[in-house]
């Protein structure tokens, strides 16, 4: 019975935020278990270019480092506002989701080869907390029950917090950095005078992802809750 249950809280998750977090989390294991090595799925340029090591440009966005607090901080954060945005401004758009995650992560491999980052899957959780972040403008946001913010304020928060630890913040400059392009291109840009929208999802991709009908009965997680956590819960003005 209770497998059954978690089964079902398992397939409700949208099917993007389902595959991205299970890959993380297996590969992790996997490296935990000693089944692979981090040098194994680490981005190299070189790697990939002479030896056609092209699952490089993949493993690299999932792995977190070894089970601890950073690996659970990030899964976290990287769970809730990759689903928070799939069944928010993206719900009925999986096509466009998966397009932004191949723009974001194709900008992040080309930003990462210049600043030689190894490992972008921290990058790309902070792109997705600043891109729902800049399309939920009016939600308070409450961090460690210590400061008070909106929205727009959480990927310097956070950016603030890995300086703190004694982490580099190259990795959250790049997500907010390829965040900011994908959230200019997509929600300012089309909105100027004389803009337009130079973001398309090819065809074949609304072709594989897209699908004609969704489920009355689903009830997403309310994107007035961000976080759901005592560093990331918030809510709507006004409301």
Request: proline share 6%; net charge neutral.
């Amino acid at each position: 019975m209770a497998y059954q249950t978690l089964q079902q809280e398992y397939l409700q998750i949208p099917v993007v935020t389902r595959a991205y977090t299970t890959a993380c989390v297996l590969t992790t294991a996997a490296v935990q278990l000693e089944i692979i090595t981090p040098f194994q799925l680490y981005f190299n340029p070189d790697l990939i270019l002479r030896n056609y090591q092209v699952w490089r440009l993949i493993t690299n966005f999932l792995f977190f480092g070894p089970v601890g607090f950073n690996f659970l901080f990030n899964m976290i954060f990287l769970y809730r506002y990759c689903r928070m945005l799939e069944e928010g401004s993206f719900r009925g758009r999986t096509a466009d989701f998966v397009f932004m995650f191949l723009f974001g992560g194709l900008l992040m491999t080309i930003f990462g080869t210049f600043v030689s980052l190894v490992f972008l899957g921290q990058a790309f959780t902070i792109m997705l907390v600043y891109v729902w972040s800049r399309r939920n403008p009016n939600v308070r946001m409450n961090f460690f029950g210590l400061l008070n913010f909106q929205a727009p304020f959480l990927p310097w928060v956070l950016m603030g917090f890995s300086l703190l630890l004694g982490n580099s913040i190259i990795v959250d400059l790049l997500g907010i950095a390829v965040g900011h392009v994908y959230f200019f291109l997509e929600d300012v840009f089309p909105n100027q005078p004389g803009g337009g929208r130079w973001l398309q999802t090819p065809s074949i991709i609304k072709m594989l992802f897209d699908t004609p009908e969704e489920d009355a009965n689903y009830n997403p997680l309310p994107e007035e809750r961000p976080g759901g956590f005592a560093w990331g819960e918030g809510q709507r003005l006004g409301g």
